[in-house]
């Protein structure tokens, strides 16, 4: 006996969140990449100097990202969560 599967109404949300979220990091480290030449050259930065910059700025970026996927639903922003859980969400009859 086969199991029915449920579409639910919100999966084409995720999908668009995550192509949305992965385009915002790549735009992010182009920007990052164009503005190398004139820090190296307004800093006199050395190759290894400016490794030391994106990583820096990457990590400050993912640390943000990760706090502000942490905050509560009752925020505000939402967080991570888009609606607060009802009753049917908690499995409550």
């Given amino acids: 006996m086969t199991t029915?599967?449920?579409?639910?109404?919100?999966?084409?949300?995720?999908?668009?969140?995550?192509?949305?979220?992965?385009?915002?990091?790549?735009?992010?480290?182009?920007?990052?990449?164009?503005i190398l030449a004139v820090v190296q050259h307004e800093l006199q930065a050395s190759a290894a100097q400016l490794l030391w910059f994106v990583n820096g700025y990457l990590l400050m970026l993912a640390s943000l990202i990760l706090v502000r996927g942490a905050c509560p639903c009752n925020l505000p922003?939402?967080?991570?969560?888009?609606?607060?859980?009802?009753g049917a969400d908690l499995g409550a009859a």
């Fill in 4 to 34: 029915p599967t449920v579409a639910r109404p919100n999966d084409g949300w995720v999908l668009v969140a995550t192509i949305l979220a992965s385009s915002m990091a790549f735009l992010d480290q182009s920007a990052v990449n164009v």
């Fill in 77 to 86: 922003g939402g967080g991570a969560c888009l609606r607060r859980p009802t």
